[in-house]
């Protein structure tokens, strides 16, 4: 049985939403649930089948998780490990393709929230969930797709 054919931005949308969902709790609770970072590896997974690049999608994790490793390894305070599942988890959505487009707006994202927050507290050493930076980040790459 042939599946319907479903638009790939209209795909990665619907696999978005776990990650969506995820920086919600994170903004609620300051962690990331690994049930949510599984259902979105799961998602890139069945996107990566949908548009027949499941290399890029494996590829797109692996380089994402090498990148964002680093500044957990560096700052762990700073940079959790569940941001770092996380963006995995979005590099595989948005497959090695779009990962400059990725890695540059949720950046930027991070970047803007931060110094949203720094100038709604007027003060330095507040957490900041990085998940809707990451989140962001992704709905910013599968527009631009």
């Known amino acids: 049985m042939m599946l319907p054919a479903i638009p790939g931005v ?4 619907g696999a978005a939403v776990p990650v969506i969902v995820a920086a919600v709790v994170d903004v ?3 962690r990331i649930p690994n049930e949510l970072v599984a259902l979105a590896l799961i998602s890139g997974l069945i996107v ?5 690049d499941v290399a890029g999608a494996m590829l797109g994790a692996i380089v994402v998780g090498l990148v964002a490793v680093l500044p957990w390894l560096v700052a762990p305070s700073a940079f959790g490990a569940g941001d770092v599942k996380l963006l995995v988890a979005s590099g595989m959505i948005a497959r090695i393709g779009q990962l400059p487009v990725l890695l540059f707006a949720t950046t930027w994202l991070g970047a803007l929230l931060a110094i949203a927050l720094i100038l709604a ?3 330095r050493g507040i957490t900041m969930p990085y998940g809707p930076a990451i989140a962001g980040g992704l709905l ?3 527009i631009f797709e």
């Open 140 to 142: 910013v790459t599968i």
């Open 48 to 52: 990566g089948l949908r548009e027949g």
């Open 10 to 13: 209209v795909l990665c949308l």
């Open 28 to 30: 609620q609770t300051r």
């Open 121 to 123: 507290h007027r003060r």
